[in-house]
Each structure stands twice: as C-alpha cells, then as structure tokens.
C-alpha cells in the first residue's frame, strides 16, 4: 500500500509537479503525423496539462506552441500559416516555430522590441509517424534510436486511442503480466489467436498457454532503460512458455503483440492531464511487412477521434452471453478495449491506499519506486535514468521482448541474456 502523498506525487504530471518534472526529461509523442498534414491547420493539443497548438511551418517542419499569444492571449490555434511561421488573427503578430516573433505588423517597422518577445515554444522531431515534443529544460537529449522508431516503411504501424484515466493507471496495465490469464482469455482461439500464434517453439497460441497456467513466476530485473519483466508459465511436463516484457523509463512499456515473435508491441501512455491520457500504440516487424488484416484489426474499433468505439460511455458493448460463452469478458477480441475498461473502471485516477497488494504486483510495485527514485534525482539536478545524451548510447539493444516456448530445463534469465547479447 502506498499514501495518499505518494499517490499524488506519481499520478500529477502538470508544470512543477516531481513527476511532471520527470516526463518532461523526456521526448514524448504529441500528436500523429496523420493529424498534422502538409497544408493542415493548426491543431490545439493538450500535454501534461499544458494547452499548446501543433503546426507546420512552410517548410514543413513542425512547432509546438503555448496556445496563448503572448500579445494579449488570442487563441493561436486559429492563425494563419504564412510568412514563415504561425500569425496571430487578432492583431497579427507572426511567431515562427522557436518561439521567436518574426512581426508586429500593427506596430512601427514591425515592432521596435519583437526581437525580445520569447514566447513558449517546445523542441519537435518527427520518426515513424509521430510528432515528439521535448518539454523540458536545456539541451533536449537525443531520441533513442528504438528498433519501432527505425524501422522500414511498411514493418511498423503505429496509431493512438484516448484513455479516461490517469497515465499510470494505464502503464501500470500494460506492464502486469498476470491479467493475460484472465482480461484477456478467450475460451477458444478467436481470428486473432489463429492468425498470429505470436509463440515462437509452439503451435499453441497464447490465449491457450495463458489459460494452461493463470499463476505465473513473475519476476522483474533492473535494466538501464528501467525493468526488464519475466512471467513463466508451466504449459506442458517439460516446457515453459516464456514471455518477456519491458517497462521503459518513464511512460512505456514493450511487451509481445500480434508480431511476437518477430517483432513486438509498444504501449506509450502520454498524459493530457491527470486524468486523460492517449496510448501510442506501436506494432513492430521485425522480417515482413506488418499484414493490413492487422493494421484492419487495430482500426476495426477506433473512432475517427481516437476514441474507441468500445469505451465507458456505452460500457464497452458488453454482451453477457458472450461472457459466458466465448470470452472472460463479454468483451469482444479487441484487447485495448479490455484494457481500456479495466484502467477507466478505477476512476479517474486510482485510490492506491486502498489497494490489497498481493506477490503477482510485485513489477507494480518496481516501477512505482523507480518512477519515485527518478523524481528525486531529478529534483537532486541529476538527469533522469535513461536520458541518452551521446550517440553510442542512442541504440538500446538490450530492450528484449520473448514470447517462446522453451524447454523447463533451460535457465530463462540466461536465455534472456543471450538474446539480448545477440541484440535480438
């Protein structure tokens, strides 16, 4: 169980909060390429609970702004593109993507003092079809170069979906590896489980190694980018099905998908404010190009908004004679919904002082403390674990993800070690 005072310093990510203060060491996604089109208007964006607008220079290049004019606060989410920069509607004053304003047009030779105005402006790079933000302090640090940011065109696929709750509570999903068993299980493979086994030394899909073993050994090691996450299960006399995840310092975790096995998935739950958040949601291929049967299967429930179709608004489509009948849930096969309606169903941030904590949490309670050890390195004006500053280190190969079956006598850490020796 943690306080209420430790609850508020993990779940508060504004301007000036610990943890805030901590995200914001960090490159995190903003908005999808796809929401920012060459031409596009300006789009108003809310991040870690600063309201700020998006937009593209004619160069192409993206800025991320205060939405406020610093001339007497006119929304600039509502400006033209033109000049070089974004120009305020209501007296015209031009800002260009830095931050710098270019023009006070209303003003004597365009503004005598425009050269000291600095409005708000954060740092954006573009990878993979994601705008990142930086938004914190001095130099930002370099965007490590993650296998899913890298990859060919075509091998990976990314896209978002609006969460009703806390960040955390959403992390803290996506990096517990005992609820496979259970939000998740269908009680005979659905389309999904047949058409990606995503188990490497099995012709058993996952749905069915969970439900051969609901209580796992889970254990949790510490790796430079944050923990590396063990779960085994015991599927048959003399095998083990192994599956390892990652949560990565401080918002995301890489765990098996639909391409385990030769790629893998990534959940990165970006706060809006303390109670929203959007998952960039990341599938890798490592070998082929990701199928569109998969990329269909992803769009099949989300909403042109980013919402999904199945959310607490209309309690997820539940179908009770479907809960009894063909899955845990009642739920469909679509696991963002599961996820969704276990996180949301929490509130809008988690009472952790009311949790009864049991030995299956303990990769909760991991990140928890590493998340908390970071706020105070950060406070100590150290830089945050996993700020990656010189170009050797832009490279994570040690970020391993695993989905095999593998034989009970073999030593899993050593096995984990292995592939990630081979950078695999």
């Known amino acids: 169980m943690i306080t209420k005072e430790e609850n508020d310093l993990l779940t508060q990510t504004g301007p000036g909060t610990p943890c805030g203060e901590l995200i914001r060491r960090y490159w995190q996604p903003a908005a999808l390429s796809e929401e920012l089109p060459p031409g596009g208007a300006p789009k108003p964006v809310r991040l870690l609970g600063e309201d700020l607008v998006l937009f593209r220079d004619e160069k192409g290049r993206p800025g991320l702004l205060a939405i ?15 000049d070089g920069g974004l ?7 031009l800002y260009d993507i830095h931050g710098r304003c270019l023009d006070q047009p209303g003003e004597p030779g365009g503004g005598e003092h425009k050269d000291s105005i600095r409005h708000p402006a954060y740092p954006c790079v573009e990878r993979a079809g994601v705008i990142f933000a930086y938004m914190g302090p001095g130099e930002p640090p370099l965007l490590p170069n993650y296998e899913f940011l890298s990859a060919p065109e075509g091998y990976s696929y990314v896209t978002k979906f609006l969460i009703e709750c806390n960040y955390l509570q959403g992390l803290e999903g996506s990096i517990d590896p005992g609820h ?21 030394g099995s012709e058993a899909s996952r749905n069915v ?12 090691d510490l790796a430079d980018f944050g923990l590396r996450i063990y779960s085994v299960r015991k599927v048959g006399p003399d095998k083990f099905y192994l599956r390892v995840s990652n949560f990565v310092y401080p918002n995301f975790a890489a765990f098996p998908g639909p391409t385990a096995g030769y790629g893998y998935s990534v959940n990165w739950h970006v706060p809006i404010d303390d109670t929203h958040h959007f998952i960039y949601g990341f599938i890798l291929s490592k070998t082929k190009p990701i199928p569109d049967k998969l990329v269909e299967h ?22 009770r004679e479907a809960q009894r009948t063909k899955n845990f849930t009642g739920i469909g096969i679509h696991f963002r919904a599961h996820d969704a309606l276990a996180t949301e169903s929490e509130g809008p941030i988690q009472d952790r002082t009311r949790e009864n904590q049991v030995s299956s949490d303990k990769v909760i309670f991991a990140a928890r403390k590493l998340l908390m050890q970071a706020m105070n390195e950060v406070r100590e004006g150290k830089d945050a674990p996993h700020v990656l500053r010189k170009p050797e280190q832009a490279r994570v190969p040690d970020l ?3 989905s095999e079956a593998i034989p009970s006598s073999t030593d899993w850490k050593d096995y984990t070690k292995s592939a990630a020796n081979a950078g695999l």
């Open 68 to 82: 406020h004019c610093s001339h007497r606060g006119a929304d600039l989410s509502y400006g033209r593109l033109e």
């Open 87 to 93: 120009r305020c509607i209501y007296h015209g004053w």
């Open 180 to 200: 496979l068993s259970f939000l998740h299980r269908n009680f005979q493979d659905s389309e999904i489980d047949r058409d990606y086994k995503a188990v490497s």
């Open 209 to 220: 190694l969970f439900g051969k073993d609901s209580a796992p050994t889970i254990e949790a």
């Open 298 to 319: 992803e769009k099949s429930e989300t909403l042109p908004d980013y919402r999904l179709a199945r959310n607490l608004s209309n309690r997820y489509m539940q179908d």
């Open 400 to 402: 391993v993800v695993l």
